[in-house]
């Protein structure tokens, strides 16, 4: 059996879960990470698999929501990122979120801790040498840019692009609470949450309409060389968001249902800012929705027009960044490996998944893969019916039929969605079909029942033990 190491570039969050699942296999782990050698403009520390957006892992539905089921799956898979999310999560409603510098510190920790890793803090500037043999590469929408130039070079296609920007972050105790109050949109109570897990920030119409014409009318950061790059839907600026419409903030992500002032429960809001809590102290609080391209002075002069936010102190103000990633269907086969180079992979958001546990998820599949090929073992994807084969599906076969120009196919970034999943039917209800709502909530059920029992096969792990009548 061969000991020789599997090389990874890339210490974020898909790489760091690649490097524990290879190395949990029995295969030693060389993790090459440029910061600490050279900086990023997004990352504000070293810690491998810093959160340099939201610190939120989203839903943790595991049966009615896709990126919960996700959260479920990784668990089975024993996933770094999922352990050292849930030791370190913050109150957030329904969501899964976490003390980003305790969960960075924790994966930092582990890996530097595990006899079968060795971490090297260098920037790999060029494709890894041949003599790699076994390679993933994981550098993430940070690619720097000398890398992005050889990989494009190297698979003879042109990486595509787009923006990401960060929303800002606030001191708590710069909040005005006889204004604000704390809740949970319909109260509702996730992991480690109470119900009242946001700060919510109330605007009546003509609060709001100024608010939106101060963002259009705001200075922004101008990148020409970027000029054409498309945004992301799921991160767009909440400028471009406001330029879409009067009412496209207020039925995103200011929506005011589900929400009662506490201080005045007669009269509702027209339109509500919510802050979700961003450390375990409770100190530091980030606007939910509010990346933004707004040059700083404006952040702080416009985000200070939010009622209860008029004295608002900043630890993080917002930025804006570009996004790399490959035409991957093209290029990757089913494991991710580059069809050109056998041996040389691809994990993480330069795939074209998007998000933070979508990253961490085609990690952890990319180091499955390249430990299995290692140990001379052969590994099957996984089933089109779980989170991970629907999202691996759309990453290295799924795309879409371009509009524009028809017959040619184009592919983008995409957060794991039910949309990805093969059809199933709903299930009757004392013989009856559903409709409406309950058609919807039992077929995602039926979806993610059958997901997971998928998934335990796939993983050997067996089925779940039924509970005795």
Avoid at 321 to 350: E, K, M, V
Avoid at 408 to 421: A, D, E, I, Y
Avoid at 446 to 458: F, K, Q, V
Wanted: aromatic share 6%.
């Amino acid at each position: 059996m061969s000991t020789k190491p599997i090389h990874i570039v890339g210490g974020g969050l898909a790489g760091s879960e690649a490097a524990w699942q290879a190395a949990e296999a029995g295969v030693p782990v060389i993790l090459h990470e440029m910061r600490g050698a050279r900086g990023t403009d997004a990352h504000k520390t070293d810690g491998l698999a810093e959160l340099v957006c939201s610190n939120s892992f989203r839903s943790d539905d595991a049966e009615t929501n896709a990126v919960g089921l996700l959260h479920a799956e990784m668990r089975l898979a024993n996933s770094l990122i999922m352990s050292s999310g849930d030791a370190n999560q913050v109150p957030a409603g329904g969501a899964l979120a976490v003390d980003r510098d305790g969960f960075s510190d924790a994966v930092t920790a582990r890996l530097e801790a595990h006899p079968l890793i060795t971490i090297v803090r260098e920037e790999i500037t060029g494709l890894p040498p041949a003599d790699w043999d076994q390679t993933i590469i994981a550098t993430g929408p940070l690619t720097a840019p000398s890398l992005a130039e050889a990989i494009a070079a190297g698979t003879s296609s042109d990486a595509l692009a787009f923006f990401d920007a960060i929303a800002p972050i606030v001191h708590f105790d710069s909040i005005d609470m006889t204004t604000c109050w704390f809740q949970s949109r319909y109260d509702k109570v996730g992991p480690g949450g109470t119900g009242k897990d946001y700060i919510n920030c109330p605007m009546d119409k003509a609060q709001y309409e100024a608010f939106v014409q101060a963002l259009m009318d705001g200075q922004k950061t101008e990148f020409k060389e970027w000029e054409g790059t498309p945004y992301f839907d799921g991160c767009l600026p909440i400028e471009v968001m406001a330029e879409r419409g009067p009412e496209t903030l207020r039925h995103g992500p200011m929506k005011p249902m589900g929400l009662t002032n506490e201080h005045n429960p007669e009269v509702k809001a027209y339109a509500v800012v919510q802050l979700r809590q961003d450390n375990a102290l409770g100190t530091l609080y980030n606007m939910v929705g509010f990346q933004t391209k707004l040059k700083h002075g404006e952040q702080v002069r416009i985000f200070r027009m939010i009622p209860g936010m008029e004295n608002a102190e900043f630890a993080r103000l917002g930025g804006l960044h570009r996004n790399t990633y490959l035409n991957s269907p093209t290029l990757l086969d089913p494991s991710l490996q580059l069809r050109s180079r056998p041996g040389l992979r691809f994990a993480g958001q330069i795939t074209g998944c998007e998000g933070y546990v979508e990253s961490a998820a085609i990690g952890l599949l990319a180091g499955r893969f390249a430990a299995a090929e290692r140990l001379g073992r052969t590994m099957t994807p996984p089933p089109a019916t779980t989170a991970f084969g629907a999202l691996l599906n759309h990453i290295t076969g799924g795309h879409l039929v371009s509009h524009d120009e028809p017959g040619k196919r184009s592919f983008q970034p995409m957060n794991v969605n039910f949309g990805l999943f093969p059809e199933i039917e709903a299930p009757r209800v004392e013989g009856k079909r559903l409709r409406g709502k309950e058609k919807t909530i039992a077929k995602k059920k039926a979806m993610t029942g059958r997901a997971l029992a998928d998934c335990r096969a796939w993983l050997g792990l067996g089925p779940v033990a039924q509970a005795a009548e």
